[in-house]
């Protein structure tokens, strides 16, 4: 069962670190909806900004599109 995406599931902190990542920010744009809740998913337990800005990074090298 595939998830359904939704941009209200985003952590605050991932959305920032996107906001400030532009590449990163279209690469999130060009997932599919199952890929987006995957890297939702793994934002949620991320709680120092520092490694938000790691995760966002190491995700825009993992899915270059």
């Not at 920010?25 to 939702?40: C, P, S």
């Not at 998913?41 to 599109?65: D, P, S, W």
């Amino acid at each position: 069962m595939s998830e359904v995406f939704s941009y209200t599931d985003i952590p605050i902190e991932f959305g920032v670190a996107l906001s400030k990542n532009s590449a990163a920010f279209d690469i999130f744009e060009g997932m599919t909806d199952e890929q987006r809740a995957q890297a939702v998913r793994g934002a949620a337990g991320i709680e120092e900004t520092g490694e938000m800005v790691y995760y966002v990074k190491e995700l825009a090298k993992q899915y270059n599109l």
